[in-house]
């Protein structure tokens, strides 16, 4: 595929995965990073954590209003020894028997939350997320679910709002990481830079669609893409071990 439709598909994925996330409040990891690994495995992460931060400021911006800092000191608190974690865990367990720990946990977590097993918004539970999600994060690219199950109960705006203001620190986090590690190149500027159109178009039709969208609807999304995402990394654990 030349340059020029590669970089295309890039920002019809990643416009995609936009979509989902500013509608849910998360998941464009989720959609984007397995076809982009097909196109071409080094967009992940780096690309998807460039488009990431722009998206998550731009809601972040967006549901300004039902954004709690207070709340989220606690998951940026687990995040960063989470990504730190991650690091040192990689160089003594395998990358697959990490993706098996973590899938299985994902798929556990989801399993609670069906059985209404609570799962409260609280400084303990802020902080595992934040935690789990910075070693998911940092080792899948996927570091929505556990904070999406956390925040699942509350008001959709305010959901909305904290995971994109969670994913602002995130996606800066982990920049500064694959830039520490040569991971982060013009090339990867350029196809993030290229998909902008894409996300913001794409961000624009979820807002025009949001208000119209039922809370239940956006529970079970966000459950059902917490599912997709634990039984990918699953998988890819288990084929890979």
């Known amino acids: ?141 996927i570091g929505g679910p556990p904070m999406a199950l956390v925040l699942q109960h509350a008001e959709v705006n305010k959901m909305r709002a904290c995971l994109a203001g969670y994913f602002v620190v995130s996606c800066i986090l982990s920049l500064i990481a694959l830039s520490a590690t040569d991971y982060l190149t013009w090339w990867h500027v350029k196809q993030a830079a290229f998909a902008v159109p894409a996300v913001l178009l794409a961000t624009w039709l979820a807002y025009r669609i949001a208000p119209r969208v039922k809370p239940q609807f956006v529970r079970r999304a966000m459950l059902i893409l917490c599912t997709l995402a634990g039984i990918s990394t699953l998988a890819r654990g288990l084929i890979g071990a």
């Open 1 to 141: 595929m030349p340059d020029i439709g590669v970089s295309i598909a890039v920002a019809l994925i990643l416009g995609l995965g936009c979509f989902v996330q500013s509608l849910i409040g998360f998941g464009m990891a989720i959609v984007a990073a397995p076809l982009l690994l097909m196109i071409d495995p080094k967009l992940v992460p780096t690309t998807i954590s460039m488009v990431g931060l722009t998206l998550a400021s731009i809601n972040a911006w967006q549901y300004r209003h039902q954004l709690s800092f207070r709340d989220l000191s606690w998951a940026y608190f687990g995040r960063v020894p989470g990504t730190a974690v991650a690091g040192g865990i990689m160089l003594v367990v395998t990358t697959q028997m990490l993706e098996i720990i973590i899938g299985a946990a994902v798929l556990l977590a989801v399993f609670a939350s069906v059985m209404r097993f609570n799962i409260a918004p609280n400084r303990r539970n802020f902080f595992i997320a934040g935690f789990t999600s910075g070693v998911m994060g940092t080792t899948t690219s």
